[in-house]
């Protein structure tokens, strides 16, 4: 939300689908971000080639699921999360963070239109957060606890 002047975010994405099993699968994908101020003097300070602020350089993703067209299907799902630069002169920066998520579900009913489906999110209750901002007193926004839930979908 400032004026930065000039920026460059340089990156990959990458990721791998394999079915295997018939309807199991295992996912897996990956991002790098080079973010940085190409000109930007800021109270008479030369940040230019500073990382910008508030931008993780590593994020990946891992799932592995069993998802068949009807009958009991599930997933095992890994995020990580590198910590991010709090400041433009790249002096604080945020924790990095992952987490584990669940689900279990079962499709039915004619032409499996209908799931329902038990959701697990932070499922080893790991005491992180998803958010910080401020420098030398950051503040932090806590991601949620261990938490589960239910849904019911009906597919048109």
């Known amino acids: 939300f400032d004026n930065v002047g000039e920026t460059t975010r340089e990156g990959i994405e990458v990721g791998v689908d394999i079915n295997a099993f018939g309807h199991g699968y295992l996912h897996a994908d990956y991002a790098y971000v080079d973010a940085v101020y190409d000109d930007y003097v800021s109270g008479g300070v030369d940040l230019s080639g500073k990382t910008l602020r508030s931008v993780p350089e590593n994020i990946s993703n891992v799932e592995i699921g069993y998802s068949p067209p009807a009958g009991l299907g599930g997933r095992l799902r890994y995020h990580y999360e590198d910590g991010y630069y709090l400041d433009d002169a790249n002096d604080y ?64």
């Open 93 to 156: 920066k945020s924790d990095s963070w992952d987490r584990f998520d669940a689900q279990v579900s079962y499709r039915f009913g004619q032409q499996a239109r209908y799931l329902v489906a038990l959701d697990v999110v932070n499922l080893l209750d790991e005491k992180y957060a998803d958010y910080t901002s401020g420098t030398v007193n950051k503040t932090y926004s806590p991601a949620l606890p261990l938490s589960v839930y239910a849904t019911f979908v009906v597919d048109f």
